[in-house]
């Protein structure tokens, strides 16, 4: 089981670099708040916080159970006016959230299991506002590769290696993984502009959870390690996910 200060670790990363980009988009009004989307944000471990901060943001998911929680999670922190949950996927995303509707959208984690991910790509960008921003992380083939070899299997490093969506044999509960090339080239080819990419987890998935339970400041060092490789090109080579910033 992954422990709440782990997970911190995982995402701080993120919510960092995503209220960077959101600060620039900053309306006149600066009571105002953004219109986000947040494509499969689940029970709204973004939404909320971001509401929090006055935000309005839809949630976009597949799951009721997930919608559910959102709701409760959102009743608890006070901001239920500002958090709506919609039913749907990738596909439905336009007629759900409404064309040129968002300043920003979310997609962390689901671009590796839609149908179709160039269509996705193109859905999230018709929703976005002229100079809206994209939040997209998406799993790193080479980390598998590097994770299957180090376990010992490696014939399934090897086919991960090879296989053109990253995947280390019919059993690989991933539907696909990407490389920074793949991935910055598909955002290219939908009509956004990349500005940033960052490596995620480098190292969090590495270290011993042991060791990040008991050890004081472990878990503040790590995260500062974090930081510090996420935008070093040989280290986001090797980080399990890819954060990217774009814009439309």
């Known amino acids: 089981m992954v422990d709440r200060r782990r997970r911190s670790v995982r995402t701080a ?9 959101l600060a620039g988009r900053e309306r006149t009004d600066p009571g105002a708040g953004l219109d986000i989307v947040d494509l499969g944000g689940g029970t709204g471990g973004f ?24 709701e409760r999670r ?37 671009l590796e299991v839609v149908d179709d991910p160039v269509q996705a790509l193109q859905a999230m960008a018709s929703v976005l506002r ?41 059993t690989d509960p991933m539907p696909r993984r990407f490389d920074e090339a793949g ?28 060791f990040v339970d008991s050890e004081p400041g472990a878990a503040e060092s790590l995260a500062d390690l974090e930081r510090a490789a996420s935008q070093h090109p040989a280290f986001r080579a090797l980080a399990t996910q890819l954060h990217i910033l774009a814009t439309r």
């Open 47 to 70: 939404a909320v916080p971001l509401a929090v901060e006055g935000h309005r943001v839809t949630v976009v998911d597949p799951s009721p159970d997930a919608l559910a929680s959102l």
């Open 183 to 210: 991935i910055t080239g598909q955002l290219a080819d939908a009509g956004f502009m990349v500005h940033t990419v960052h490596g995620v987890r480098t190292f969090a998935d590495l270290v011993p959870s042991a």
């Open 130 to 170: 002229e100079g809206g921003v994209l939040s997209l992380l998406v799993a790193q083939r080479n980390a598998v590769v590097l994770a299957r070899a180090l376990a010992g299997h490696l014939a399934e490093a090897r086919i991960a290696l090879q296989d053109p969506d990253g995947r280390w044999g019919a």
């Open 74 to 110: 959102a009743s608890d922190e006070g901001v239920s006016e500002l958090v709506r949950g919609v039913q749907g996927d990738a596909a439905e995303l336009p007629g759900l959230a409404g064309e040129s509707s968002a300043d920003a959208v979310l997609c962390h984690g689901v």
């Open 13 to 21: 990363l993120i919510g960092e670099a995503l209220r960077v980009a």
